[in-house]
Structures are given as structure tokens and as C-alpha cells.
């Protein structure tokens, strides 16, 4: 092996203990963060001479944080302890418009929030992609709202960060690597002879370091290996969970009921 395919190898190897994101790292782009800004302000008519905070930075101490009078929180909070810092703002009375994840928007005090979903995903500055949601507790009649003209903005904004230009790795068929059978290992079985097949470290006339080796199988290897793997696809498909359908409770209809005269009588 070259000294730079070992270099590279040896890379990838220290990549996989480096220690893993976590919603708790997401420092939000700063194009991103601006078009939520400036849409949160509009959307719910906060002054433009209204302070502006932003108390979740590295280091940041929110619960001691000095907040001005009339301040309105706008930033990326621990996703972890997010009920605890609403639940924080909302006893102070003071205003925010934080992030949230989406899958769990509905947590905590939903009655006297506003909960907004965009479905989007945003791309965080350390990497991480979470599918974003918002939530607060400016004056609203809302308790949930869509928003698709903020999605845009955020799509737009999301956009205008770099993306890194990752290699895309095209080995041939007969090269078998693990990452490669670790795709059909837990539902096809597949079996290459010693006969059939010769452990390589490196492939091509550029000698590309292959991490952790690979083998070199006959061509009828290959393609039965290609046959796994759509078979593989086919019983995955298959074993896809079906929806399970819920049925509302006498008492959960009679709370929808009361809720239908309700709005009947505005």
C-alpha cells in the first residue's frame, strides 16, 4: 500500500471515534437563522426595536442570562433539556421563538404555545441534518400552524451554505467489501469459497486503499452477490411495517364533538 492510501485508511479509521453529534451541538448557519429571524418578526409583528437575544451560544448560561425588558428570545436551544427552558420563559413571561425538533414539537405545555412545522431539514454548522421545527409563546390564537413561506426561506438559506464535495466510491462488482455485505448479511445468505475469491488491500491502476481489505471474487460470485443484494431491497420492501390504525375513544369523540359546536358558534 502507498504511503497515502495508508495515510487515507488510516483517516477513515480515526473518524470513527471521534465523538458524535448530537442535537445539542446544532449551532444554527447564519443564513438560516436570519430568514427565521426575520420571518418569526413579521409573522408575529415583534417591533424591529425590540430586543433581539440570543442566550444559547458555547458556553452560554441561559438561566442566568441578563434578559432586557420586553426582549423576545429568538435562537437554537439544547434540544435535550427543551421543556425545561420553556417552561423557564413561560414562568418569567418572557417571550421566545426557539427551535425544535420535529418529532417531538408536541411535548410539554402544548395549550399555550404555538407549535410551527416546515418540515425542514436544516443542515447545522457542525454537520448534523435535523428535521427543524419552531415553537412559542408570542401572542397567537394558534396552538399548531404550517408554514410553508418560512420552509422556503429556510430551503433558500440552507442552500447558500458550502457543501462538501465527498468522493463517490464506484467499486466494481467483484470487489466485496464488508460495508458492502452488511447490506444482505441479515436477511440473505451468502457464501464464498476459498477457492473462489483473493483477499486484496487495494484495487485499480491508482491502487485505492481499501479500509479494512476486501475480496476479489470470480465473476459468478459477483453477480450472485448482485443478486443478493436486490433480493435483500425485495425482502426489506416486504418486511416494511404497515400502518396500524387507530380508533378514537368515546371520551376522545365527545372531546371532538364539543370542539366542533365550539367553532360552530364563532
Not at 500500500?1 to 477513515?12: R, V
Not at 417591533?47 to 435562537?75: K, M, S, T
Not at 414562568?91 to 405545555?109: D, K, N
Not at 425542514?120 to 400552524?145: D, Q, R
Request: hydrophobic residues 40%.
Amino acid at each position: 500500500m502507498k504511503k497515502q492510501d495508508k495515510l487515507n485508511d488510516y483517516d477513515g479509521f480515526v473518524e470513527k471515534f471521534k465523538p458524535k453529534r448530537t442535537t445539542d451541538d446544532c449551532y444554527t448557519p447564519p443564513a438560516v437563522y436570519e430568514a427565521v429571524k426575520g420571518w418569526a418578526m413579521k409573522k408575529f409583528n415583534i417591533a424591529p426595536d425590540r430586543p433581539i437575544v440570543r442566550p444559547f451560544y458555547p458556553g452560554g448560561d441561559y438561566e442566568h442570562y441578563n434578559y432586557p425588558p420586553g426582549c423576545v428570545v429568538i435562537d437554537n436551544p439544547p434540544f435535550s433539556i427543551l421543556a425545561k427552558i420553556k417552561r423557564f420563559y413561560i414562568e418569567r413571561g418572557i417571550h421566545f421563538f426557539i427551535f425544535a425538533p420535529s418529532l417531538t414539537l408536541f411535548s410539554g405545555t402544548i395549550e399555550k404555545l404555538t407549535h410551527i412545522l416546515t418540515d425542514s431539514t436544516i443542515t447545522y454548522e457542525n454537520g448534523a441534518k435535523v428535521n427543524t421545527a419552531f415553537v412559542t409563546n408570542l401572542p397567537s390564537p394558534y396552538v399548531l400552524m404550517t408554514a410553508p413561506d418560512l420552509a422556503q426561506l429556510i430551503k433558500e438559506a440552507n442552500a447558500q451554505a458550502p457543501k462538501a464535495e465527498l468522493p463517490v466510491l464506484d467499486f466494481p462488482a467483484n470487489v466485496l467489501t464488508s460495508a458492502r455485505l452488511n447490506k444482505i448479511a441479515s436477511l440473505i445468505k451468502f457464501e464464498v469459497p476459498r477457492t473462489a475469491a483473493r483477499f486484496v488491500r487495494t484495487i485499480g491502476k491508482e491502487r485505492k486503499g481499501l479500509f479494512g481489505g476486501g475480496l476479489l471474487v470470480s465473476s459468478a460470485k459477483a453477480a450472485e452477490a448482485a443478486e443478493a443484494a436486490k433480493a435483500a431491497k425485495a425482502a426489506k420492501a416486504a418486511k416494511a411495517v404497515k400502518a396500524y390504525k387507530y380508533e378514537l375513544t368515546p371520551e376522545e369523540q365527545a372531546n371532538v364533538a364539543a370542539l366542533d359546536n365550539q367553532s360552530s358558534q364563532r
